[in-house]
């Protein structure tokens, strides 16, 4: 069964600069789906960004980024320039590609960001 | 605003009564999830629908029903609460089928005592 492990249960950042959660997981399959989602204190989980597998360019949203690194089973996610309004629980998942597998995301335990103003 | 929403948003029982949650979506979406969350575990996977009338089992199924008569309603019973129950639910449903992307509802806080 694949793992997801976010090994920085809390970690903190200055305003306007850059701070990266890191991600690692565990499987033994080949293609599958990345996700960062983050739950800000109202509780509603957001798709921050999202990575496939197979796609060796690292995504980008904004301010956000990840650098995927498929042979160490590595997702970390960067927050360039960092505002109060990102403070909030960041969430790792990863999802199979088939099979029941491929109806759940499995989540890491959760990186909890406070922004320093 | 993937249309969802959930009820109650905060309920309180006892040990052994029987509750039920309801998750509700708008734009007749084919798949719907209900996780739990807790403390130092994320998310995990209940239940989940692929359709009406048609469900299976997550990861920590044991001790929850699920229920989808209709495409826009997918409901979870409690038969007899028990106070390992206590969590945060949150229903989601599948927006994009290739990637499985998930959209997440609002949550309901319960609170087994």
């Known amino acids: 069964a694949q793992t997801v492990t976010q090994s920085q249960p809390e970690m903190s950042v200055q305003e306007a600069e850059t701070v990266t959660l890191s991600c690692t997981y565990d499987t033994s399959e080949s293609d599958y789906y990345l996700f960062w989602y983050k739950q800000p204190p109202s509780r509603q989980m957001i798709l921050v960004i999202r990575q496939e597998a197979y796609k060796q360019q690292n995504a980008t949203e904004n301010r956000f980024s990840v650098n995927f690194q498929k042979a160490a089973k590595s997702f970390s996610l960067k927050i360039s320039d960092s505002q109060l309004g990102d403070a909030a629980m960041y969430f790792c998942a990863y999802r199979s590609p088939y099979g029941q597998g491929a109806q759940k995301l499995v989540f890491g335990q959760g990186t909890r960001l406070t922004i320093n103003p | 605003d993937a249309g969802i929403t959930q009820s109650p948003r905060h309920k309180v029982t006892e040990t052994g009564t029987p509750v039920t949650l309801r998750c509700h979506q708008t734009?007749?979406?084919?798949?719907m999830y209900w996780y739990r969350q807790d403390p130092g575990h994320g998310l995990r996977l209940i239940h989940y629908s692929y359709g009406v009338k048609d469900t299976d089992k997550g990861e920590v199924s044991d001790g929850y029903s699920v229920s989808r008569s209709k495409t826009e309603d997918f409901l979870l019973t409690l038969e007899s609460a028990t106070s390992s129950q206590t969590s945060v639910y949150f229903c989601a449903i599948r927006q994009n089928p290739r990637n499985n992307e998930q959209f997440f509802g609002p949550g309901t806080r319960l609170t087994v005592l």
């Open positions: 734009e007749n979406h084919r798949y």
